[in-house]
């Protein structure tokens, strides 16, 4: 499943719905949990998913965290692997303008074309490409057997502060990883 950051998931599931996209009642959870500095606090999230018909081995989802202050600190922001931020994630599709156009929908999104496919703009930072199994195949030949009938989550892009580096899929438990220095 691929999930996309929001401010507000009744506003999402609202807004997919009337793009006439298959969607549910948007999922709101609640949870305990412990920070590094031994405080109790609660977590809490809403969900607002949408079912893509054309996709079954795809699922898309937006999540609004209600509980950022929890969350968004710079001692958490640092990962040993120097990631630094999301810069895209990749889908392989048999038809990428179908699939770019229904992820387009979801945010009322600029598409543009690219090699191989299409660049959908899902949010100020979150870029997803859709290219067809060739392109994929061609980015990462440890996908290249994987050419379906049907979309599947192929890859992803991490920005970092120095290294660049390629992990092909077959390596990365069915998902190709790129490193790209920012």
Known sequence: MLVFATNDAEADAARFAAAGLPTFAPFSFERRATLPDGAQVTLAFSLAFVRAPDMPRAGFFACENRSQEYFWKPAYQSHANGSTGITAVYLSSPDPKRDAMFVGKMFNAEIRSTSGGYIVACGPSQVLRVLTPQA?????????????????????????SGKHEFIPAAQAHGVFIEWIAT
Do not use: Y
Not at 137 to 159: M, N
């Open 136 to 160: 994929i195949a061609e980015r990462d030949p440890s996908l290249a057997a994987c050419a379906r009938q049907t979309a599947f989550l192929a890859g992803i892009c991490l920005a970092s």
